[in-house]
């Protein structure tokens, strides 16, 4: 190898380090509103003599993660509650896709319905929770319905909104050439409507898993929500904590994981990336 390749080799390497190191400092950032949290809090409970059922230091929590997640007590109330939300999530976009089609292409229907699904979205998913309870019982049914509800009326919106915002010229173009109802479904309303049915996922998603905690509290059928309120009873604080961060923590690894990668990619490649 020429000294001027092993130059160029080298920094080709020094680059990737940089770029390694960047990556590595944004992820840092990242963590350090978090790491903030836990000093303020651990402060608060070293300055103040707080009773265990009031507030616990966040050793004991992390000792409560661990007897949890030993036993798989954890995994088995964390499952309960991805497997619902992700049911939910899939019966959702596909009752509230086409709808929001069939929707979105009719102008009228469209003018007729906005303020009726705005109406929806204004009546969350746990307002629904004591109709639901007494509809269907403690069940995990009640537990379904109310997250299908709270994720599917962004989801129809959103694709009613995300259609109406197509250009007409590029129907009227396709039509002209003899184009099917299905084709223009196929080229044009469903490219130019995904980054709106996206965002209206990744907003259902953020509004159903808080109505599925909620649901869960109630109908005590499993789930972190009921892990939290089972919690409550015996006054383990520590459970509790536990709980709402690994709540947290979920909801964020599903938002940047996949919802958000996906929403970047059906943007780049058909709506406005926004950095």
């Known amino acids: 190898m020429s000294a001027s390749a092993a130059r160029s080799a080298q920094g080709l390497g020094d680059h990737r380090k940089g770029l390694a190191a960047g990556r590595l400092l944004r992820d840092l950032k990242i963590l350090l509103p978090f790491a903030v949290l836990v000093a303020v809090w651990w402060a608060i409970y070293l300055s103040v003599d707080f009773s265990p059922q009031v507030l616990v230091s966040p050793l004991a929590v992390w000792h409560a993660f661990a007897h949890l997640v030993s036993h798989g007590v954890m995994a088995e109330y964390a499952n309960t509650s991805l497997r619902m939300i992700g049911l939910a999530a899939l019966l959702s976009l596909l009752v509230g896709v086409p709808m929001g089609f069939a929707v979105g292409i009719n102008r009228y229907a469209a003018h007729a319905l906005e303020g009726f699904l705005r109406f929806l979205q204004g009546i969350s998913g746990i307002a629904w929770l004591p109709l639901a309870i007494i509809w269907f019982g403690f069940t ?27 250009p007409e010229a590029y ?22 409507a995904l980054p709106s ?31 939290i309120f089972g919690a409550r009873t015996f006054g383990q604080i520590d459970r509790i904590i536990t709980g709402m961060i690994v ?10 994981l996949i919802i958000q990668p996906i929403e970047n990619l059906t943007i780049a490649r058909w709506g406005v990336l926004r950095q």
């Open 197 to 227: 049915i996206v965002v209206g996922l990744r907003l259902g998603m953020g509004y159903g898993w808080r109505a599925l905690i909620a649901a869960e509290m109630l109908v005590r059928k499993g789930g972190l929500g009921d892990l």
């Open 140 to 166: 995990h049914t009640t537990t379904l319905v109310i997250v299908i509800y709270t994720l599917i009326v962004p989801i129809v919106f959103n694709t009613m909104i995300g259609v109406r915002a197509i």
């Open 247 to 256: 709540i947290g923590c979920l909801y964020v690894v599903v938002d940047r």
């Open 171 to 192: 129907t009227l173009a396709l039509r002209s050439l003899g184009a099917s109802r299905l084709r223009l479904v196929k080229d044009v309303y469903l490219p130019g």
